[in-house]
């Protein structure tokens, strides 16, 4: 009669026969799985007892045979690929096929660089252990990341959850035979991200000095721009702006929280002027296709697109160089703009003024959200137009301003 075994999260299986005990692991968690298997071990043991199933000699893997119902005499042989690095290869290779965004991939292989610089790029991927990523993340942790700080531990963690899905992959091409041995790493306690802050904040913090660079330039990551400021902002765009989608491309990102990759995505037909609404096409949302969601346009954002869709070069892109257009065949294949074009396009218009200071796009995002919680939109529309998935990012969102909760504070208690 055969029997069961847990080591770990891992039931293991172990039967008498002919004198001997034989063990092997089930390689699963699920006890109802490995129920199945202990019943299919002793049917197949009484099935040969009575001569229905025939057991060849010198079997070399007994436990392998009973579990496949006598169709197997031995474990199937693993791919030939073991290390480490070809098993990335491999991964790359098969992932390059249009099934991941190349953007995804570019991340991947910044991972797969500090996986093997760590773990070692000959490391035999079956013999990767528990303590290997244990060690991986104690390495890591040690290291240098932005800005000469301490590297994050969600960073360490997203690298790491590169590795789990490679290993999910390895795993089905018989690359590797057990399941990741990932669970109950410890990781560094991670400091919560500051919540998002007004200009006026950041330069009274920056009065009381005692900041160096790094603190300073991590304080401008989280600005955003009051409503006045982002019409002072826009204003600057368009006296400042090199090319013409620049614009209408920042009024955008500023009236619809869009991201980057949504604005160098967009296409003409996206935007229904009629009817004051666009749809942006997503990529974060859903793994398995491709997602949109559709935010309503203010009726200064949509007399900015009218004009500039009126002067729009041609091609599908709804943000596109000028120039790209030359003749009348070249205006209806005109390339999108990339993300590392759009940034150093936005880092240009703003050098040299007082909006240098805004670091990115995302800081019109931010601050998109951040002006509709100050007006009382619902959450939940915010969260639609935003396309928000976790509570973390909500949560950087959820406040108001200081002078509004100032002003609510008071109320509360002003009799006091």
Not at 80 to 92: N, P
Not at 265 to 287: C, H, I, P, S, W
Request: proline fraction near 4%; hydrophobic fraction near 35%.
């Amino acid at each position: 009669m055969a029997w069961l075994t847990k080591r770990g999260n891992v039931f293991h299986l172990g039967f008498r026969y002919s004198g001997r005990i034989f063990r092997t692991s089930l390689k699963t968690a699920d006890r109802r799985t490995a129920n199945a298997a202990v019943a299919r071990v002793d049917e197949n043991i009484r099935l040969i007892e009575r001569g229905r199933l025939t057991l060849p000699e010198d079997v070399p893997d007994l436990p392998t045979f009973l579990l496949s119902d006598g169709n197997l005499n031995s474990k199937p042989m693993l791919s030939s690929v073991s290390s480490l690095s070809e098993v990335l290869d491999a991964y790359a290779e098969a992932m390059s096929n249009g099934s991941m965004e190349a953007n995804s991939l570019s991340t991947i292989r910044i991972h797969m660089k500090h996986l093997q610089g760590v773990l070692g790029s000959a490391l035999p991927i079956r013999s990767l252990s528990f303590a290997d990523l244990q060690k991986y993340v104690d390495s890591r942790a040690k290291q240098k990341g932005r800005r000469n700080r301490s590297l994050s531990p969600t960073t360490i963690k997203k690298e790491l959850a590169t590795l789990r899905a490679i290993w999910s992959w390895a795993l089905k091409h018989d690359y590797v035979c057990t399941a990741f041995p990932g669970k109950g790493l410890r990781f560094p306690k991670a400091d919560e991200k500051p919540r998002f802050q007004t200009w006026k904040e950041i330069e009274h913090q920056l009065r009381r000095g005692a900041l160096d660079d790094d603190e300073q330039a991590e304080l401008w990551d989280c600005l955003f721009l009051t409503l006045p400021e982002i019409t002072e902002l826009l204003s600057c765009a368009s006296q400042q702006a090199r090319h013409d989608f620049i614009y209408p491309m920042v009024a955008t990102a500023a009236y619809t929280g869009a991201r980057r990759s949504e604005l160098v995505r967009a296409q003409v037909r996206d935007f229904d002027l009629e009817a004051g609404t666009v749809t942006l096409r997503e990529k974060k949302r859903n793994r398995q296709k491709y997602t949109t969601r559709t935010v309503p346009l203010a009726k200064g954002l949509s007399r900015i697109l009218t004009e500039w869709f009126d002067r729009h070069p041609g091609g599908k892109h709804a943000f596109c160089l000028g120039n790209v257009a030359r003749s009348r065949a070249d205006r209806e294949h005109a390339e999108p703009l990339t993300v590392d074009q759009a940034h150093d396009h936005l880092k240009r218009t703003l050098s040299g003024t007082r909006w240098s200071k805004v670091r990115g796009w995302h800081v019109l995002r931010h601050s998109f959200a951040s002006n509709c919680a100050a007006k009382g939109v619902d959450q939940r529309l915010i969260n639609a137009w935003m396309g928000h998935q976790t509570e973390d990012m909500m949560k950087r969102y959820q406040h108001l301003f200081p002078d509004s909760q100032q002003q609510a504070i008071q109320s509360v208690f002003e009799r006091q």
